[in-house]
Each structure stands twice: as C-alpha cells, then as structure tokens.
C-alpha cells in the first residue's frame, strides 16, 4: 500500500529544483544590478517562481506520485495537468523581462525564437507531446521505466511551457499574441487536444495494463470507470483553464478598446 512517509529525494530531482532556485535567487539578487540596474527585487514574480518549483515537486515528489504511478490513472492525469497549467504558468509569471532578455535578445537566436515562439509551433508542439504520450505502448513504458517517465515528466513540462507562452510570454522580443488571437489560440488548444480525451474517455477497454491490474484504492471504482475519470478530467480541466485564460483575454481586450476609445475622443476635443 501507500506509504504516505516516502518523499522522493532523487538528486536529479531536488538537485535540478535546488539548482533552478539557486539560479533565480542570484539572477534576481546579485547580478540584478547588471541584467537592469534600475529594477527593483522582483518579490511578487518571486513568489509565483518558486511556488512553481514548490507545485512540481509536489506533484512528483509527494506520496501523491505512488498513487500515479501504481494505482489511479485519474491521480496520474491530474499529476499532469499540475504541472501543466499551475505551474507551467507560475514559472512563465515570474519571469521578470529582464531575466529572459539576456537570452531573447541575442541576435543569432533571433530567427530560431521567432519561429519556436509562433502560436502554431506552440500549440503543435503541446498538443502532439502530450497526445502522442498517451498512446498505451508510451505510457506503459513510463509507468515501468522510472528514467522514460522523467523524460516524459521533462517533456510534458517544457510542451507547457511552449502552450502558455504566446499568452504569457515574459519577453519584449516575443510579447504575448493580441488578446484576440488569444481567444482563438486558446479555442485551437481545445479542439486540437479532442482526439486525446476521446481515445481515452471513450475506448471500450482499459489501455493501460499497470492500472487494470493495479490494487484497488477505492473498490467503487473499477479500472474502467478510473479510466473514464482520467479522460474525463483531461477534457473538463483542460476546457476549464481554457475559458479562464479565454475570459481574462476577453476582459483584458474590452478593456483596452476602451481605454483606446477615450484616448481617441480626448485627442479628437
């Protein structure tokens, strides 16, 4: 069963969240005075930044992950999407634009940023990483192979980050798409993620032979029906955080025309 004291403390794990902490806390600390002399110790980017790191290795980390791993498909999808959407966007937040600079600045990376940073490439590079991980012989291999399942953990991460960055995109090189190209790359993710939650959801049998054999944490809950919550909530939070981020967009669009409407009126007196 569970062992709710085992904590994972792998060194590739805390030493790669120590070592990305280690580095924001001197970027944003020490060396702040060279990156943009002017600015001041960005505390609020710095909360969302490390509550990231806390999120990820809570996710991953935690008693939370044997349950993934062993018994509950539906714990393994919301281990997922953790990583996916709270902390995908706490990092992406916490970024202050001079940190980012240093590196979306420089000329030789140019073009390669600006083709990786296209909402299309974003949204392919999400949608394909997190279907094509889906399929039962990847899966499978993940759950018996803890050095595939980082990779898959690695992977799913980055696609995240690829997915929020034309919404939240920290860099003045590579700013956010306007607010309705938003919208619509929000409703693009959606349908492009459909065919993923309808093999899952709707498949007549269990695709991932670790969970049909697995014990049963909660015997009301068959294999299938485990199966059936997992798509289920891979669709329904996914739609969720859509609409959200599609909301905010909507908002911050209306609010602008506005703001741009009196400026007309103003300049027009």
Same mark, same amino acid.
């Given at each position: ?48 930044? %490390? ?6 290795? &809570? ?11 062993? %018994? ?12 996916? %959407? ?74 995240? &980050? ?24 929000? &409703? ?19 695709? %991932? ?19 059936? @919550? ?12 859509? @609409? ?10 209306? *609010? ?11 300049? *027009?007196?």
């Amino acid at each position: 069963m569970i062992d709710w004291r085992h904590w994972h403390n792998e060194p590739y794990l805390i030493g790669g969240l120590i070592l990305l902490g280690w580095l924001y806390a001197i970027f944003t600390g020490p060396f702040r005075a060279t990156l943009e002399p002017t600015a001041p110790y960005p505390r609020r980017q710095a909360v969302c930044f %490390y509550s990231s790191l806390l999120l990820f290795y &809570l996710a991953v980390g935690s008693p939370f992950d044997q349950i993934a791993e062993r %018994y509950l498909l539906s714990a393994h999808m919301l281990q997922h999407q953790i990583m996916i %959407y709270p902390c995908a966007v706490l990092f992406l937040i916490g970024l202050p634009e001079w940190l980012v600079r240093p590196v979306t600045a420089v000329p030789s990376l140019k073009t390669l940023l600006r083709f990786l940073t296209r909402p299309v490439i974003c949204a392919i590079v999400y949608t394909v990483t997190y279907s094509v991980w889906h399929a039962p012989t990847l899966y499978e291999l993940t759950l018996v192979n803890k050095n595939v399942h980082v990779i898959e953990h690695l992977m799913f991460f980055g696609a995240a &980050l690829f997915y929020w960055w034309p919404v939240l995109s920290p860099s003045r090189e590579f700013p956010p798409i306007s607010y309705p190209g938003q919208m619509l790359y929000q &409703l693009v993710i959606v349908i492009g993620m459909t065919p993923a939650f309808a093999y899952i959801t709707f498949s007549d049998h269990v695709l %991932y032979p670790v969970y049909e054999y697995a014990p049963r944490l909660i015997s009301q809950l068959s294999p299938q029906e485990d199966q059936l @919550l997992a798509g289920s909530m891979m669709k329904i939070i996914g739609m969720a955080v859509a @609409l959200t981020s599609f909301g905010w967009s909507f908002y911050n669009w209306s *609010k602008s025309s506005a703001r741009n409407d009196l400026l007309e009126t103003a300049n *027009k007196r």
